[in-house]
C-alpha cells in the first residue's frame, strides 16, 4: 500500500480531514477499499458504514460531497499548511517507523532535513525556575550541535525548550494536540508564530482541529517518535512528560532524566526516572554522547558584545586567556566571590560558559562574540 498512498496523496490527507475520524478507522477504510482514492470514493457514495456509525458516516458523505481533494490541498497551501503522507519524501522517518505512526501530518513551516536528528525536551506545565533555565540550556546545547529540539508548545518546560533552540538560530518542532492553526495555548502566540517562522509546527489533526484531552497522549506518541532521544527535564509522577518517555521506551528510544530537588514533586517523576534506569543528565555532552551525535557540526553561538553587561565582558576576557575559578573571575571583575559565582552561573544558562573539573570555568568550544 506504500506507493499507492503517495500517488492518491490527495485522497489519503482528504480522508485524515473527515471530521472526527481516527487512524484506525482511515487503516480499515483503507484495508476494505484497497486504496486512498477507492476509500474516498466509498465515504462519498455513502458506503463506510461499517467502519463508522451511520451518522457519523452520513456526516463524511456530506462533507466530502463538498470537498475535491486536490483542491482542498491547494486551499491548504494558500494558507500555508502543508501536507506529508507516509512514504513521502520528507516524512520524518522515525515517525515512520513507529507503531501505528499516522497516515498523515499537516504542518506551518519547514520540517526537520532528513538529515537532521531530532531530541525531545519535555516536562512539567507547572516549572520551576530551575527547570525552565535547565530546559533552556539543554535546548541551546542541543541546537548548536546541530540537532533539532522537538517538544509540545505547552506552558513551562515544553516553552522553554522552544525558546532556547530559537534562542541560537537551532532547529525546533513544536508537535500540538490540535490543528497547526490553533493557537493553544493562546498565552504563546507569540512564541508559536516565531516556531511557525523559524521552524515548524506540526500536527496529525487537520486545520481548525480543537485541543481535546484525548489529543495529547496521541501528541505525546509523535513526540517521541520522531525524535532519538526524550530528555525529561521535570515532572510529577503523573504528568504526561511519563508518558512521552513511556512512548519512547516502547519505540526503543533512549530517555534522559535531569535529576531534581528532593523535595520537589516535580522531580518525583524524574528521579524515578533515573532509579528506573534512564540516563542522569548533567551536561548536553552527555546527551549527545550516549546519542552517538558528539561529533556533529555546531552552530556558533554568537554573543553580541553590545549585549554583554561589564562583567560578564571582563570574564569572558579572563576566560579566554584561559580556565578560571570564581575567585580569579571575582579579582578580573571587581566582584564579590558570591556576586561571581552567581554571574558564572547565569552565564552557564546562557550557553556561555562552562563549568568544569575542579570549579574551574571554560568559555564554550561554539561562542564567539561579535
Given at each position: 500500500m506504500?506507493p499507492c498512498l ?6 489519503l490527507v482528504a ?6 475520524i481516527t487512524r484506525?478507522q ?6 476494505l477499499?484497497?486504496s ?7 465515504v ?9 456509525p451511520?451518522?457519523r458516516?452520513?456526516?463524511?458523505r456530506?462533507y ?12 491548504l497551501?494558500?494558507g500555508?499548511?502543508?501536507?506529508l503522507?507516509r512514504?513521502e519524501r ?6 515512520e517507523?513507529?507503531n501505528?505512526p ?6 506551518r513551516?519547514?520540517?526537520p532535513d532528513q538529515g537532521i536528528?531530532?531530541v525531545a ?6 516549572a520551576?525556575q530551575y527547570?525552565?533555565e ?6 541551546r546545547g542541543?541546537a ?5 529540539v522537538v517538544s ?5 518546560i515544553d516553552?522553554?525548550a522552544?525558546r ?7 532547529a525546533t518542532t513544536a508537535?500540538?494536540?490540535c ?6 495555548p493562546?498565552?504563546n502566540?507569540g512564541?508559536?508564530?516565531d516556531i ?10 487537520p486545520?481548525?482541529v ?6 495529547f497522549p496521541?501528541?505525546?506518541r509523535?513526540?517521541a ?7 525529561v527535564v521535570?515532572a ?9 518517555a513511556?512512548f ?5 528510544r533512549e530517555v534522559f532524566?535531569v535529576p ?21 543528565v548533567g551536561?548536553?555532552?552527555?546527551i ?5 551525535l558528539?561529533?556533529?557540526?555546531t552552530l556558533p553561538?554568537e554573543i553580541?558584545?553590545?549585549r554583554?553587561?561589564?562583567?560578564e ?10 580556565p578560571?575559578d570564581?575567585?580569579?573571575?571575582a ?5 564579590s ?5 552567581s ?7 546562557m550557553g556561555?560558559?562552562?563549568?568544569g573539573?575542579?570549579?574551574r ?5 561554539q561562542?564567539?562574540r561579535?
Amino acid at each position: 500500500m506504500g506507493p499507492c498512498l503517495v500517488d492518491e496523496k490527495a485522497e489519503l490527507v482528504a480522508l485524515c480531514s473527515l471530521p472526527g475520524i481516527t487512524r484506525r478507522q482511515v487503516g480499515e477504510l483503507l484495508t476494505l477499499f484497497g486504496s486512498p482514492e477507492g476509500a474516498w470514493d466509498a465515504v462519498r457514495g455513502g458506503h463506510s458504514s461499517s467502519v463508522s456509525p451511520k451518522d457519523r458516516s452520513g456526516l463524511w458523505r456530506s462533507y466530502s460531497l463538498d470537498i475535491n481533494p486536490e483542491g482542498y490541498i491547494e486551499v491548504l497551501e494558500a494558507g500555508g499548511i502543508l501536507t506529508l503522507v507516509r512514504g513521502e519524501r520528507g516524512y520524518p522517518g522515525l515517525l515512520e517507523e513507529i507503531n501505528d505512526p499516522p497516515w498523515s501530518i499537516f504542518y506551518r513551516g519547514k520540517p526537520p532535513d532528513q538529515g537532521i536528528e531530532c531530541v525531545a525536551v519535555v516536562g512539567s506545565r507547572k516549572a520551576t525556575q530551575y527547570g525552565i533555565e535547565a530546559a533552556e540550556w539543554i535546548a541551546r546545547g542541543l541546537a548548536r550541535a546541530g540537532v533539532c529540539v522537538v517538544s509540545g508548545a505547552a506552558y513551562g518546560i515544553d516553552s522553554a525548550a522552544h525558546r532556547g533552540a530559537l534562542a541560537v538560530g537551532g532547529a525546533t518542532t513544536a508537535v500540538l494536540g490540535c490543528g497547526p492553526d490553533v493557537v493553544y495555548p493562546r498565552s504563546n502566540g507569540g512564541l508559536l508564530s516565531d516556531i511557525a517562522e523559524k521552524g515548524c509546527i506540526l500536527s496529525e489533526y487537520p486545520p481548525r482541529v480543537r485541543p481535546l484531552r484525548y489529543h495529547f497522549p496521541a501528541r505525546n506518541r509523535l513526540i517521541a517518535g520522531m525524535s532519538l532521544g526524550v530528555v525529561v527535564v521535570e515532572a510529577s509522577r503523573t504528568g504526561g512528560a511519563l508518558l512521552t518517555a513511556d512512548f519512547a521506551l516502547s519505540e526503543g528510544r533512549e530517555v534522559f532524566a535531569v535529576p531534581g530537588h528532593v523535595f520537589s514533586k516535580n522531580s518525583e517523576g524524574t528521579n524515578a526516572l533515573i532509579r528506573n534506569g534512564a540516563s542522569l543528565v548533567g551536561s548536553v555532552e552527555d546527551i549527545l554522547e550516549e546519542l552517538d551525535l558528539a561529533g556533529q557540526e555546531t552552530l556558533p553561538l554568537e554573543i553580541p558584545s553590545e549585549r554583554l553587561t561589564v562583567e560578564e565582558q571582563k570574564s569572558l576576557d579572563a576566560l579566554e586567556a584561559g580556565p578560571c575559578d570564581a575567585v580569579e573571575i571575582a579579582g578580573h571583575a571587581g566582584l564579590s566571590v558570591g556576586e561571581a559565582l552567581s554571574l558564572l552561573s547565569r552565564m552557564e544558562v546562557m550557553g556561555m560558559v562552562r563549568r568544569g573539573p575542579g570549579g574551574r570555568y571554560h568559555v564554550t568550544s561554539q561562542s564567539t562574540r561579535k
